[in-house]
């Protein structure tokens, strides 16, 4: 799953399901005017296509590789049978659903009610969770551009916690050096989504 793939389009049919497995994929959704603004990201914890089980056939989200890694893909009638057969793996993917509706109902809440610096901390921890290292590669344009903001509130963003000791960004390389300060220093929304993952696919079914 390379850097900057498109594993589904709004309004097209999806002949795949994804589950990543390294990689990263955002969630996007795209305006008329092609500006897009990140509403969820998804890693080894969840997948691409739940619109195939939920009853539609395509998705109103862009989604796209934003961190190259590997993956498992599942054709789409594959994935609806199994689904339709019900037991466990009905239920894991309905948890994951409402995992992921959490996190796209707190992104929007965050974008409206906190600063950038404190949506920039969420965004980073929701990346590391799903990548299990303390580092990551992405340059301030892409991060801004995935989370809808100008590059300069990124720049600005970035350097606070670069300053604060927290984070050290070279050249698109972003090394996490204080990750309970990290936390510390986001909103509220990065908790409430992590405690609902948590609880709803940790947890036996």
């Given amino acids: 799953m390379p ?6 389009e709004p309004g097209h049919p999806m002949r ?3 589950f990543p497995t390294t990689a990263i994929v955002s969630l996007l959704n795209v305006m008329q005017d092609g500006a897009t603004t990140e509403v969820a990201v998804v890693g080894y914890e969840g997948m691409v296509g739940i619109s195939l089980f939920m009853g539609g056939e395509s998705t109103s989200s862009r989604a796209v590789v934003h961190s190259a890694g590997h993956g498992f893909r599942i054709k789409a009638q594959i994935l609806k049978e199994g ?8 239920l894991l993917l309905l948890r994951y659903t409402q995992a992921l509706l959490t996190q796209m109902a707190q992104t929007a809440v965050c974008n409206r009610h ?13 990346n590391l969770d799903r990548l299990h290292t303390n580092k990551l590669e992405m340059t301030q344009e892409l991060i801004a551009h995935l989370m809808g903001v100008r590059r300069e509130g990124i720049t600005c963003a970035a350097g606070k916690l670069q300053k604060a000791g927290l984070i050290e960004y070279h050249r698109g390389h972003i090394t996490v050096l204080d990750r309970p ?6 909103c509220e929304c990065y908790t409430a989504v992590r405690a609902e993952y948590g609880r709803l696919l940790s947890s036996p079914g």
């Fill in 181 to 186: 300060g990290l936390e510390a220093s986001a």
């Fill in 16 to 18: 795949y399901a994804y």
């Fill in 3 to 8: 850097l900057g793939e498109v594993l589904a």
């Fill in 114 to 126: 906190h600063t950038v610096d404190q949506q920039l901390s969420r965004w980073l921890l929701l």
């Fill in 83 to 90: 689904f339709a057969r019900g037991g466990h793996m009905q």
